[in-house]
């Protein structure tokens, strides 16, 4: 299969699978309806089945595509640990204040998603990649796009809208974005319209899927710039996070 019907494949099994997984978590959502319902940015309740959802059809739609095993090692794992977070969560944020807390013998939901998803992006960088510093570049450019999707997850259609911006051009090198982009669009318009939010799990998975893409698709000097811009991005995250608050 070449590159544009791997691509369109990708898609639409990561479209299809998101609905339908979404769909069926509402239907029967898991531990009860209340469960599944947050307060978003307004006070508007919003429900939380696009995130799992979200993160099956990326996962899924990644099957089709060259590179399949990374993108879901890094993109289950990714969405473990977010919902690990979305579950246990607490009210601390950045990755000082959790470094800090484990320093004191604690172990955060936030340690848990830093330490388990760059774990999950190293495992994948090293199925992408053959030489160890690509494998490492590789895991931080995985972990670090989750990190930054999350970051920009703080407003309606954000974190979905970035996905797709994002992994457009990517999709010139490879058809792997092609997976988390139809996941993103399965979600967006629901997202917009404050019906459901991504949560950690969605945001996270979503974005180690598109790094994934990143990734494989990538040389030295590109899994470097990519890694180094992200490294940026996360030592400013608070900014980051504030523009992304800004209107549109």
């Not at 307060?39 to 059809?57: D, I, K, M, S």
Request: net charge positive; charged share 15%.
């Amino acid at each position: 299969m070449n590159n544009g019907r791997s691509a369109i494949a990708g898609f639409l099994s990561a479209v299809g699978t998101t609905r339908a997984v979404h769909g069926l978590l509402r239907r029967h959502p898991p531990g009860g309806a209340p469960r599944w319902e947050r307060a978003n940015h307004a006070g508007r309740t919003v429900h939380l089945q696009a995130g799992p959802a979200a993160a099956a059809g990326a996962a899924l739609g990644a099957v089709a595509c060259e590179g399949r095993g990374a993108a879901v090692v890094a993109t289950v794992a990714a969405a473990v640990c977010g919902a690990y977070d979305d579950v246990r969560g607490d009210h601390r944020r950045g990755f000082r204040a959790h470094l800090g807390a484990l320093r004191d013998g604690e172990v955060t939901s936030g340690a848990v998603k830093l330490f388990g998803i760059g774990a999950a992006g190293l495992v994948a960088g090293a199925l992408l990649k053959e030489r160890p510093l690509d494998r490492a570049l590789a895991g931080v450019v995985i972990a670090g796009t989750a990190h930054l999707v999350n970051l920009v997850d703080v407003r309606p259609g954000r974190a979905a809208l970035a996905v797709l911006a994002l992994g457009a051009p990517g999709l010139s090198r490879g058809a792997l974005a092609a997976a988390p982009m139809g996941a993103a669009a399965a979600v967006v318009a629901d997202d917009l319209g404050e019906r459901v939010m991504l949560g950690d799990a969605g945001a996270h998975a979503l974005g180690a899927a598109l790094g994934t893409a990143v990734a494989a698709g990538s040389g030295r000097l590109g899994l470097a710039c990519h890694a180094a811009g992200l490294i940026v991005a996360a030592g400013f995250g608070d900014r980051v996070s504030r523009l992304a608050r800004s209107p549109v």
